[in-house]
């Protein structure tokens, strides 16, 4: 069964950094790996996304503060962020999509919550 495993989150004060990790186990043919959050009361939205052959695409409320970016030899998919904002606290979520032994879907992690203080 696929897994992705995320880490990173956690509570910091406005106009600091984290940097979250997912890495897909179980997984083969990634194509374009992602970073979604959802806030409280909010839909779920995309943060960031990279392709296979790296071309990113952002949100614009994070364009010039978070940076994706990935290790395909070791199927994970990095966020970097800076210059946090409370606005940003949210549940993140790792999506990829890609093929197992079973076939192939999109995939998510479980979420990791980060907590951003004013």
């Known amino acids: 069964q696929v897994q992705l495993v995320e880490s990173g989150g956690g509570l910091v004060q406005a106009g600091g950094s984290l940097r979250l990790s997912c890495a897909a186990s179980r997984i083969f043919s990634i194509n374009a790996m992602g970073w979604y959050r959802q806030a409280p009361g909010k839909q779920r939205e995309l943060v960031a996304r990279i392709s296979s052959g790296g071309s990113t695409n952002y949100a614009d409320s994070v364009k010039g503060r978070f940076t994706i970016s990935r290790d395909n030899a070791k199927n994970t998919v990095y966020l970097q962020m800076n210059s946090l904002k409370p606005e940003d606290t949210a549940v993140y979520y790792c999506?990829?999509?890609?093929?197992?032994?079973?076939?192939?879907?999109?995939?998510w992690g479980q979420g990791t919550q980060v907590t951003v203080s004013s």
């Open positions: 999506n990829t999509d890609g093929c197992s032994r079973y076939g192939c879907s999109d995939y």
